[in-house]
T-cell receptor, first 116, second 108 residues
Framework: DAGITQSPRHKVTETGTPVTLRCHQT?????MYWYRQDPGHGLRLIHY???????DKGEVSDGYSVSRSKTEDFLLTLESATSSQTSVYFC???????????????FGPGTRLTVT | GIQVEQSPPDLILQEGANSTLRCNFS?????LQWFHQNPWGQLINLFY???GTKQNGRLSATTVATERYSLLYISSSQTTDSGVYFC??????????FGAGTTVTVRA
């Protein structure tokens, strides 16, 4: 599998605080993604990136921002965390670099975020 | 966007049984992947299969792109096969559309 790590793996934070989740990949993949997974909703795309400094919104982007200053790193920021953002967040990457097949998407291990 | 439907939503198997999971999609696709989410939450790649048939151990998959469906076969199921199986498709952009998943429970 592609080398994708996420940090932190678990976080508890209070309502109204900013939170940043980090995704790091070592496959030189062009495309990176942030999803959230909630019971009954499956995997929903928050934001994605199609290159350094190139990002676009997904289907549930309100309250989230992203940045990608290097190929290997994709940051997700919750500007002011709310209880509705309690979820499991997955990062993914896809590209033609490294050991993976062209355009095959791989997931990181996930970050469990609880907003109290 | 493209619609992805998976069936059945839930499947309970006795260890050793065989099963077939189905994924239907509403339009032509450039890519189709199957993932397994294990009980610990990890999403594991099973198959990258835009068309044709592939096998990996007890698992195999077939995609008939012209008829817009894919099948995942689990043979001689084991308790470690439990979890949720997702199908995901990609069109010309680089975003994937996911099905809602099939939850498989294999009982010893």
């Amino acid at each position: 599998d592609a080398g994708i790590t996420q940090s932190p793996r678990h976080k508890v934070t209070e309502t109204g605080t900013p939170v940043t989740l980090r995704c790091h990949q070592t496959e030189n993949h062009r495309y990176m993604y942030w999803y959230r997974q909630d019971p009954g909703h499956g995997l929903r795309l928050i934001h994605y990136s199609y290159g350094v400094k190139d990002t676009d919104k997904g289907e549930v982007s309100d309250g989230y921002s992203v940045s990608r200053s290097k190929t290997e790193d994709f940051l997700l920021t919750l500007e002011s965390a709310t209880s509705s953002q309690t979820s499991v967040y997955f990062c993914a990457s896809m590209g033609q670099g490294g050991k993976s097949l062209p355009y095959e998407q791989y997931f990181g291990p996930g970050t469990r975020l609880t907003v109290t | 966007g493209i619609q992805v439907e998976q069936s059945p939503p839930d499947l309970i198997l006795q260890e050793g049984a065989n099963s077939t999971l189905r994924c239907n999609f509403s339009d032509s696709v450039n890519n189709l992947q199957w993932f397994h989410q294990n009980p610990w939450g990890q999403l594991i790649n099973l198959f990258y299969i835009p068309s044709g048939t592939k096998q990996n151990g007890r698992l195999s998959a077939t995609t008939v792109a012209t008829e817009r469906y894919s099948l995942l076969y689990i043979s001689s199921s084991q308790t470690t096969d439990s979890g949720v199986y997702f199908c995901a498709v990609r069109r010309v952009d680089y975003k994937l559309s996911f099905g809602a998943g099939t939850t498989v429970t294999v009982r010893a």
